[in-house]
């Protein structure tokens, strides 16, 4: 059993995050908790200089609203939104919130069946504690 999951959502994988849920739920400790994690990539400088609005502030309200919305209200999942390279920043994000389990969605199984997406493949490789890849 987990005390700390960590399940990060990505904005076109958002099907997947009940799934998650529930399957975190299974591996639940009694008053563990949940945090649902979506990494908002930063825009690059050559394009920033042709945007009059800070995307990221408006995005991360509406992100954070459907990650609410995902929780439905449960008192043991949070939410969180932060900004980077998501391989890089969901298992930094874990080490610093002393999760002990990470959930990530891959491809689902096909033509792509012995691959990984790259952010789940990151995770794996990068992450201090246990991993389940969900498919």
């Known amino acids: 059993m987990h005390k700390k999951i960590l399940i990060p959502v990505a904005l076109d994988h958002a099907p997947l995050v009940a799934r998650k849920i529930e399957a975190a739920?299974?591996?639940?400790?009694?008053?563990?908790?949940?945090?649902l994690l979506t990494v908002l990539?930063?825009?690059g400088g050559f394009v920033a200089e042709f945007v009059t609005v800070k995307?990221?502030?408006?995005?991360?309200?509406?992100?954070?609203?459907?990650?609410?919305?995902?929780?439905?209200?449960a008192p043991?999942?949070?939410?969180?939104?932060?900004?980077?390279?998501?391989?890089?920043?969901?298992?930094?994000?874990?080490?610093?919130a002393g999760v002990d389990?990470?959930?990530?969605?891959?491809?689902?199984p096909g033509q792509e069946d012995y691959h990984l997406g790259s952010t789940a493949s990151r995770v794996v490789r990068r992450a201090h504690c246990a991993v389940y890849v969900l498919r």
């Open 25 to 35: 739920r299974h591996m639940l400790a009694p008053g563990g908790t949940i945090t």
């Open 76 to 96: 043991d999942i949070d939410c969180k939104v932060i900004s980077g390279k998501p391989g890089v920043q969901i298992t930094k994000f874990a080490k610093d």
């Open 41 to 43: 990539e930063q825009i």
């Open 55 to 73: 995307p990221e502030n408006h995005l991360s309200a509406k992100v954070l609203e459907k990650l609410n919305e995902a929780a439905a209200g």
């Open 101 to 108: 389990l990470i959930i990530v969605g891959s491809h689902s």
